[in-house]
């Protein structure tokens, strides 16, 4: 298995909904990813989880809380979101801290919020 | 502040023609990675370059690696429409899970 599956693939909220985005991954990677790409634009790294511990949060609001239940999993929940927080959000993983290894990408969740 | 930069950011170019896309970085990195983007869709690695004068081709694009010069390039061989896409440079500095991203080259290949 070397895919990032993420879900949902599109999701539309309004500004006071609670939403969550999921990610999982079975290739045993020990580093998984956050990343946001607005249109046009490089992917932002958001948050990246390092053998299940949060190892960097890049100053991202509160409004997103990442969560890392297991080695194969990642959350990403969603409250009280803003329009301009409407872009592509990535999953992605990686085999972890030191081994200079490429992130593979899931296939995103368009977030519209309205 | 570690920089990259790509150029062109656009390109438009012929099928069967020949192009380099360039990335230069501002510090010492021997970890630089490629990927494609194609429109609404995720980014899909083609090449992991991890020491100074790796060369690696996968059909008609193969990428190469100067650390010296703090540059790599992506050179497309008989460009086909299927390889329009936006492509990625990406630097990784330490261990410490950042990369740095060019800006991006959009590739258009006209019939």
Redesign the interface.
């Known amino acids: 298995d070397t895919e990032v599956t993420q879900t949902p693939k599109h999701l539309v909220m309004g500004m006071t909904n609670k939403k969550s985005l999921k990610c999982e991954q079975h290739m045993g990677h020990r ?1 998984m ?1 956050w990343y946001k790409q607005k249109a ?4 932002e ?1 958001m948050f ?1 989880y ?1 053998y299940e511990k949060l ?2 949060n890049e100053s991202v609001p509160s409004r997103f809380s990442p969560e890392c239940p297991n080695s194969s999993l990642l959350n990403l929940h969603l409250h009280a979101l803003q329009p301009e927080d409407s872009a592509l959000y ?1 999953c ?1 993983s990686s085999l972890g ?2 081994t ?9 969740t ?1 977030l519209t919020v309205v | 502040e570690l920089k990259v930069e790509q150029n062109p950011l656009f390109l438009s170019m012929q099928e069967g023609k020949n192009y380099t896309i360039y990335c230069n970085y501002s510090t010492t990195s021997d970890r630089l990675y490629w990927y494609r983007q194609d429109p609404g869709k995720s980014l899909e690695s083609l090449f992991v370059l991890l020491s100074n004068g790796a060369v690696k081709q996968e059909g008609r694009l193969m990428a190469s690696l100067d650390t010296k010069a703090r540059l790599s390039t992506l050179h497309i061989t008989a460009a086909v429409h299927d390889l329009s896409a936006t492509y990625f440079c990406a630097v990784e500095v330490d261990s410490n899970y950042q990369l740095i991203w060019g800006a991006g080259t959009k590739l258009i290949i006209k019939p």
Do not use: C, D, E, W
């Not at chain 1, 046009?40 to 992917?43: D, F, G, I, V």
């Not at chain 1, 200079?100 to 995103?108: A, D, E, H, L």
């Open positions: 580093a990813y046009k634009k490089p992917p790294l990246v390092s190892s960097i990535l992605a801290p030191g200079r290894s490429p992130r593979t990408f899931g296939s995103g368009r």
